[in-house]
Each structure stands twice: as C-alpha cells, then as structure tokens.
C-alpha cells in the first residue's frame, strides 16, 4: 500500500492507495478518530451500489460504526441542488449530528456532491471519500466540493478538506474502459504540467495501465496525487499557480458544454482540449515537438485528439467566453513549453484560438 498526505497546515490529510485495503478501512477511520457514537451517512450512486457498497458497509459495521446509506442515481445529473436537498434529508432522517461523518462511495460526482453535502449539513460535518474512478485522484485532492446550476457547471460550492482519502484497486476494476481511459488522461496531464519523468513512465507503461496492472494504477494514482497535491498546497485557495491544472480545460469545458454533457467524457473532452492547448503553443513560440508528442501519447492511450465534426465551432467559441477562465476579457490559456510544463498566458487573441479549434476538426 502507498500513502501520500495533502500537506495543508491543520486540514492536511492521508490518501492511501492499494489493493484489496477496503478491509481495512475500520483501522483508517480509527487513525483519523472518526466518531462512533454518531451515525455516518454513506453517500453513492447505483452503479457503485451494485458493486461495492456492500463490502464497504460490512466493513464499516464490523469497526462499530452505526452506517446509513442515501444512494443517488449516477451521471453528473445528481450534482443538483435538488439532489443536495434529498441528500440532506436523509441525513436529517437517518439523525446525523454535527459529529457525524459523510463518506462519499463513488467517482468525482458522488465526491463532490458529498462533499458539498457535508460542508453545508449543519455548517459542516467530516467528510471521508472513498474514490472509485481514476478521475478521481483529480477530484479528491484541493477541496473543491459543489454542485452544478442548469446554466454553468460547479458554480454552486465550497472548499472543504476531506478527513482520509482511500482508493482501493480493486474497486476500480469494474469500471467501464471509456473511464479508465479518460481517467488516465488526466492522469496524464499532470505529468504534462509539471514532471517529465512521469510522462516517460506513463509512456512506458501504457499497455500495463490499460491492462490495469495493479502496481502500474496504483503508482499512475499516486504520482497523479502526488502532483495535483504539491500544486494545491502551493496554491490552495487558487490564485495563479493552481491555473496550470486547468491545461486542456479551457477548451474540454467547452466541448463538454456544447455536446451537452452526454457525448465527451471529462477525460476525453480534455484531451481534444490539451492538443488545442499544444497547437496554440505552436503558434506562441513553443516548439512542435509538444504537439506531435501530446497527441502521440493521448492516442496511445486511445484517446480522441480530434474535435467531433458535428460540433459548431462559434458555440465552442462562445462557451469558451462564458468560462470561469475568461478574465477581463481576455482569453487566459495553459500553454505547454516543454514536455512536463506550461506556463498561463494571459490575453491569448481570441482569432487564433478559433483557427485552433477550426484545425482541430482536421486532425488525423
Ligand atoms: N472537485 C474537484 O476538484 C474536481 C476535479 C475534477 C473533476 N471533478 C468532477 O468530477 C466529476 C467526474 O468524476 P468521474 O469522472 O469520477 O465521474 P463519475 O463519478 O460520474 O463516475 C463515472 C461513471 O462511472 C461509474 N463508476 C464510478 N466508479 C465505478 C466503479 N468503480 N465501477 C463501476 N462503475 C463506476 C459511475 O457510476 C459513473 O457512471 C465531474 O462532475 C467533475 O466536475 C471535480
Ligand atoms: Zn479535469
């Protein structure tokens, strides 16, 4: 088993990843003095209730923990105010108190709803996640907790640090294999943002990530971790360097929203996004070498680099200004400079992002 710890002052955390560790998760909760004497509301979707919820519930039951379980339906739908207050009023029915523990089952949805739930439920409640998708070394380290409004995605949340974090392997091996190739493409971009050496690894070893080669996940997970974490403590509350996470994301978040959330998995918008991001690095002096090795390593990973043809390019444009991103009106882009980092380029001219996306649906 590996452990890393979010270094944040007074809320730093333990994520640990390994195999079969579910079992031990009474000796996890213990470490971390999670009460007994209340109850905890186990929050998942039905995929994961099918799968796993079970296991976790016996476990939790034989450490002593009084559990309650609210079982939401998957998909990003459920990040919904309506589904935060049917959340909550399980929580209320089932006598939650403020030393109570939400423990969130599930991927980065079932993460960030129950994380919003327990920031919110009584000014704030301890918050566990056990993370089940590959996304989610992402989504379960900085925080980041909410939901989403009908008009703009995660637009309604808060920050708040979980107590433990645990991926369990053997969890992840139900997963659909369209997730576990978005997963890893994130996975992939932080090594593009900041460690060369990760990257050569991952090339390395793509053929065990995707044939989910235990050792191989867990230290694809870890180092994703690893990196998303030293940036978050460098920056928790995001001002400038927490920026370059977002490389591929000004333009995936786009491509998410114009395709409705139904066609593009994150991992996948993201990576159509990350070859925008190098092309236009291209043309802002980086040198073409990012972009023949970016796309190279998403389609290894059997990735999209290629814009859907069906997809219009002024409402991929127009999405892109509505973007949390879109400062004074400027466009503020993650732009690659070598292989393993990036730098945040204010006031990139509208003009040649649209000539990128235009040549995006030309990719080969
Ligand atoms: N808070 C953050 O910092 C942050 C960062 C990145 C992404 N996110 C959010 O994360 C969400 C995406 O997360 P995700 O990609 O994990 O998606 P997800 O939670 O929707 O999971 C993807 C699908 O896989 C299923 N699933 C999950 N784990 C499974 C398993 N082990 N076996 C079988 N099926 C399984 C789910 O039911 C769902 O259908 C988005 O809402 C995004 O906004 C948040
Ligand atoms: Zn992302």
């Known amino acids: 088993m590996k452990q890393i710890t979010v270094e944040l002052g007074e809320r730093s955390y333990p994520i640990y990843i390994g195999e079969g560790i579910l079992d031990r998760i009474g000796e996890f909760f213990a470490e971390r003095s999670i009460n007994k004497h209340s109850p905890i509301l186990i929050i998942t979707d039905e ?35 309506a589904v935060l207050e049917d959340v909550i009023g399980a929580a209320l029915h089932g006598g939650l108190d403020r030393q109570s523990t939400i423990v969130a089952l599930g991927g980065g949805v079932v993460g960030d709803l129950a994380g919003f739930v327990a920031a919110s439920y009584m000014r704030g409640v301890r918050f566990v996640q056990i993370a089940t998708t590959i996304q989610a070394h992402d989504s379960s380290v900085g925080g980041k907790v909410g939901v989403n409004h ?56 793509t053929d065990n990530l995707l044939e989910m080669n235990s050792d191989a996940l867990q230290h694809a997970i870890y180092e994703g971790i690893r990196i998303k974490a030293n940036v978050v403590s460098l920056d928790e509350r ?15 978040h786009a491509l998410e929203a114009v395709s409705g959330y139904n066609e593009l998995l994150h991992g996948e918008a993201i ?43 002024e409402e991929i444009m127009s999405a892109m200004m509505h973007d949390k991103k879109f400062k004074e009106g400027q466009m503020v882009f993650v732009i690659p400079i070598a292989i393993g980092s990036v730098e945040v380029r204010k006031g990139v001219p509208a003009e040649l992002v649209r000539e990128v996306v235009i040549e995006l649906k030309r990719e080969v």
């Open 47 to 81: 995929n994961l209730a099918a799968q796993h919820l079970d296991n976790v519930t016996h476990n939790l039951k034989h450490a002593g923990y009084n559990v309650i379980v609210k079982i939401v339906p998957p998909g990003e739908r459920s990040k919904s105010l």
């Open 150 to 205: 009908p008009f703009a995605k995660n637009i309604i949340g808060a920050f708040h640090q979980p107590e433990l974090v645990i991926f369990d392997i053997a969890t992840l091996r139900t997963l659909p294999d369209r997730e576990i190739r978005s997963g890893l493409s994130e996975v992939l971009k932080e090594g593009l943002i900041w460690d060369a050496e990760f990257v050569a690894w991952c090339d390395q070893n």
């Open 238 to 252: 995001e001002n400038d360097l927490r920026a370059i996470l977002n490389l591929g994301h000004t333009i995936g």
């Open 271 to 313: 990576s159509i996004g990350m070859v925008g991001a190098a092309k236009l690095a291209i043309r802002l002096g980086s040198p073409e070498s990012i972009y023949i090795e970016t796309k190279r390593l998403l389609s290894n990973l059997g990735l999209p680099t290629r814009l859907p043809e069906h997809l219009d390019i």
